[in-house]
């Protein structure tokens, strides 16, 4: 068990269906990430916020939609996907935005296993 | 892209110690350096993280040379649920925003 929570664990949704992607945590982390994972690759970062405000966007496509409601949530809504798109979405948190130079571990969910048909 | 670089594959006896190597020789004087480790369909899990001296916790042992340019995993007692894809994560490529997953090293522990 992990103590970042994502739902679903698996979701299979067509070219122009638009979905959401849930994550929760209740560490009191104020930071949260969205990472994409293809088949036998590392994670890739997407998407960094902090104090509930987007920090970072790695040049992500616009129909990747992230939203922080609050400190303990985060999602990504999906829209007009492409079947590339299929892949783990993984989302962690960190106690403080966790630069290179903080101490500051991420802790990961078990991610959504998203396939676009 | 990750400046760090890890072997892609180890083997490892069951009950023997696991030493996993990482070259991180970018690294800058106040950066950490994480460990993490995934299972087969599940997220990444945190191990260990050290700056510059060796640190010690219930899951695994971390050196790192003096000179900071690379570091040493040990899983000093390697079990079968030990398996799994070892990152050594460091700065990324430019910028200090970035944690960065390297390509990892895939451990397997045989029996």
């Known amino acids: 068990d992990t103590e970042v929570t994502q739902t679903p664990k698996h979701l299979v949704m067509g070219m122009t269906n638009k979905k959401s992607l849930k994550c929760e945590q209740h560490?009191?982390?104020?930071?949260m990430y969205w990472y994409k994972q293809k088949a036998k690759k590392p994670p890739e970062l997407m998407f960094v916020?902090?104090?509930?405000?987007?920090?970072i966007n790695e040049s992500v496509p616009s129909r990747f939609s992230p939203e922080c409601p609050n400190s303990s949530l985060l999602n990504l809504h999906l829209h007009a996907l492409q079947p590339e798109d299929s892949a783990l979405y993984l989302c962690?948190?960190?106690?403080?935005?966790?630069?290179?130079?903080?101490?500051?571990?991420?802790?990961f969910g078990n991610g959504t296993r998203l396939t676009v048909t | 892209d990750a400046k760090t670089t890890q072997p892609t594959s180890m083997d490892c006896a069951e009950g023997r110690a696991a030493n996993l190597p990482c070259n991180h020789s970018?690294?800058?004087?106040?950066?950490?350096v994480y460990w993490y480790r995934q299972i087969h369909s599940q997220g990444p899990q945190y191990i260990i993280h050290g700056l510059k001296n060796n640190e010690t916790n219930e899951m695994a042992s971390l050196i790192i040379t003096e000179d900071r340019k690379s570091s040493t995993l040990i899983l000093p007692h390697a079990t079968l649920r030990d398996t799994a894809v070892y990152y050594c994560?460091?700065?990324?490529?430019?910028?200090?925003?970035?944690?960065?997953f390297g390509k990892g090293t895939l451990l397997t522990v045989n029996p």
């Open positions: 560490m009191g982390h104020r930071a």
């Open positions: 916020y902090s104090y509930e405000k987007l920090s």
């Open positions: 962690a948190s960190s106690q403080f935005l966790a630069l290179s130079s903080y101490n500051s571990p991420l802790h």
């Open positions: 970018t690294i800058s004087g106040n950066e950490y």
């Open positions: 994560m460091g700065r990324g490529g430019g910028s200090n925003y970035k944690l960065t």
